[in-house]
């Protein structure tokens, strides 16, 4: 069984920055996916990127797209949110996901999940 650990959220005001990560364990990444959603109060979890292996590609909600950025170390089998010039509107939990295939958008396709990690932005 995956088992998947998100940290570093915190409360941050308008254009700041922030890391997450998530680390993953029970498994190597071989044709695996590891992908962050967020879902704010009140709303629907949504899709904002992910990485697969093998290979680096990575994609992209269009509302991030430009401002976050996902990295991630192998050796740790952790994957990295970079978020900067952040935006009250980016005010979730945000949830590390993986899956057995490539990279898709919907949360109904990812089996596995994180327990969250808060991410605040004040205005």
């Known amino acids: 069984q995956v088992q998947l650990v998100e940290s570093g959220g915190g409360l941050v005001q308008t254009g700041d920055s922030l890391r997450l990560s998530c680390a993953a364990s029970?498994?190597?990444?071989?044709?695996?996916?590891m992908g962050w959603f967020r879902q704010a109060p009140g709303k629907e979890r949504e899709f904002v990127g992910a990485t697969t292996w093998p290979g680096s590609s990575t994609y992209y909600a269009e509302s991030v797209k430009g401002r976050f950025t996902i990295a991630r170390d192998n050796a740790k089998n952790t994957v990295y949110l970079q978020m900067n010039s952040l935006k009250p509107e980016d005010t979730a939990v945000y949830y590390c996901?993986?899956?057995?295939?490539?990279?898709?958008?919907?949360?109904?396709?990812?089996?596995?999940w994180g327990q969250g990690t808060q991410v605040t932005v004040s205005s």
């Open positions: 996901a993986a899956r057995d295939h490539g990279i898709v958008v919907t949360t109904y396709q990812y089996p596995y």
């Open positions: 029970g498994r190597t990444f071989g044709s695996f996916t």
